[in-house]
C-alpha cells in the first residue's frame, strides 16, 4: 500500500513536466531574445503615425505606392548609386510599376544638376521642412497609398551594398503590393 501514493506521485511530476516545461522554455526563450519572429521584412518599418497630413505636406501622388529619396545639397557616389537604385528597383517592379511612383524630393539647395545629368526620369517634388528633417540620413522610404511612411531603407556604402539593399526593397514593396487592396 506504500507505492501507490509513490505512483501518482511520479504521474503527477511527468503530468507538470508535460504542461509546465514548455511553458517555462519558451519564457526563457523569449526574454533572451532567442528567438527572431516571422518578420521577413528587410528594411525598417517605421512608426505608424507618421505621414504626410502630420508632417503637414500634400501627398504628391495620392492612391499610389511611393519610393521617396531626399536629394542632398551634394550629390556624390553614394548619392549617385542610390539613385540609380531607385530607378532600377522602378524597372524590377514590372507589371507592378504602374502601381509605384518614384519621387526625388528636392529642397533650395539640392543638387539637381546631377539629376539631370543622370539622365533618369524622376518625379520632382518640394519637400517641406519637416519631411526633410526627417530624411536628412539619405534614406530610402516606402510610402503607401494612403499617405503613410512605412518603410525606411539606411543609406550603404558600395555599389553591391546599394544593389543587395534594391533587391531587398523590391521585395518588400512586391509583398506589400500583392497584400495591399488600395492603391
Not at 499610389?64 to 539613385?83: A, F, G, I
Not at 555599389?159 to 500583392?178: E, F, P, T, V
Request: aromatic fraction near 6%; charged fraction near 15%.
Amino acid at each position: 500500500m506504500n507505492s501507490q501514493p509513490k505512483k501518482k506521485n511520479n504521474a503527477l511530476l511527468i503530468l507538470l513536466a508535460v504542461f509546465v516545461l514548455p511553458i517555462a522554455v519558451a519564457k526563457l526563450v523569449l526574454s533572451f531574445d532567442l528567438y527572431n519572429g516571422g518578420a521577413t521584412n528587410k528594411g525598417i518599418l517605421l512608426p505608424s503615425d507618421i505621414n504626410y497630413s502630420n508632417l503637414a505636406m500634400p501627398n504628391p501622388k495620392p492612391h499610389t505606392w511611393q519610393m521617396l529619396y531626399l536629394l542632398p545639397k551634394r550629390c556624390e557616389q553614394t548619392c549617385q548609386d542610390q539613385l540609380y537604385v531607385l530607378h532600377q528597383s522602378y524597372i524590377a517592379l514590372g507589371k507592378d510599376r504602374d502601381r509605384v511612383v518614384p519621387i526625388i524630393l528636392i529642397n533650395h539647395d539640392s543638387d539637381t544638376r546631377t539629376l539631370n545629368n543622370l539622365n533618369m526620369a524622376f518625379e520632382q517634388v518640394t519637400a517641406n521642412k519637416a519631411l526633410a528633417d526627417l530624411l536628412t540620413q539619405q534614406q530610402l522610404v516606402i510610402v503607401d497609398p494612403l499617405g503613410s511612411l512605412i518603410m525606411q531603407y539606411n543609406q550603404v556604402a558600395g555599389r553591391d551594398a546599394n544593389i543587395a539593399q534594391g533587391k531587398a526593397m523590391i521585395a518588400d514593396l512586391r509583398k506589400m503590393l500583392k497584400l495591399s487592396r488600395v492603391g
